[in-house]
């Protein structure tokens, strides 16, 4: 819901930094993984069961990168694999945090995250479905910045489940109801993009 607003803040100063990694020789590729490799290391902080507030460091470290390896593509070039692993990567990242903070605490942990889980399961399938229809139209739009794909704007994305993400680090005691809670939501955003693919991509027959 914040993405599209938050884009024209956040674009200016990643594409000047983009600028700035890409006349060094970092690769948009190079940059994608990093930042996976960064979130991975907050997830591996949470499973061990240090404190959560370590985790955030590198989980927001990940966050900016997986900004930036757009900003240095625009600065060189995009490929179409580039935003496949950026996708793929970003997916990776958003299941690790739920499994990371199960496997701290798999008795209070485990039916809410496995929940939450399913649910980004659900919502990443209607994402990419919808994704997956709109480009077999041509559809195109900027409004969440320069894509791979077609961006569906959905009551939960990317910025709050990252504030969601913090939250959890800050406050990892109550990961239980706040799983649920938000996992409810991701049901609802998924149920929503549902109903707005009904509206845009439903064809009725002809010469009825």
């Known amino acids: 819901m914040f993405d599209g607003p938050l884009r024209r803040w956040i674009d200016p100063p990643l594409n000047h930094v983009g600028r700035g990694l890409a006349a060094r020789g970092w690769t ?3 940059v994608t993984l990093l930042g996976l490799a ?3 290391l907050s997830g591996a902080i949470l499973a061990l069961g240090w404190p ?7 989980l927001l470290a990940g966050r900016v990168l997986d ?3 757009g900003a240095v593509a625009r600065a060189t070039y995009k490929t179409d694999f580039g935003g496949y692993l950026d996708i793929i990567c970003d997916f990776v990242f ?26 980004f399961y659900v919502n990443g399938a209607t994402f ?5 229809m709109a480009e077999k139209r041509g559809m195109t ?3 969440q910045g320069e894509k791979s794909l077609y961006y569906a704007v959905g009551l939960l994305e990317g910025t709050e489940t990252i504030v969601f993400f913090v939250f959890l680090c800050l406050f990892p005691s109550i990961f239980a109801p ?3 809670l938000f996992g409810a939501l991701c049901f609802v955003t998924a149920i929503a993009r549902t109903v707005l693919a009904r509206q845009v991509f439903y064809d009725l027959p002809s010469g009825g």
């Open 128 to 132: 990419l479905a919808y994704a997956i």
């Open 141 to 143: 739009t900027s409004a």
């Open 67 to 69: 900004g930036l390896d």
């Open 38 to 40: 960064v979130g991975l």
């Open 94 to 119: 958003y299941a690790v945090i739920p499994l990371a903070f199960v496997m701290r605490d798999p008795a209070g942990n485990g039916i809410a995250g496995a929940f939450l889980l399913a649910s």
């Open 52 to 58: 959560a507030w370590v985790a955030l460091a590198p």
């Open 178 to 180: 706040a799983a649920w």
């Open 28 to 30: 948009a590729d190079g």
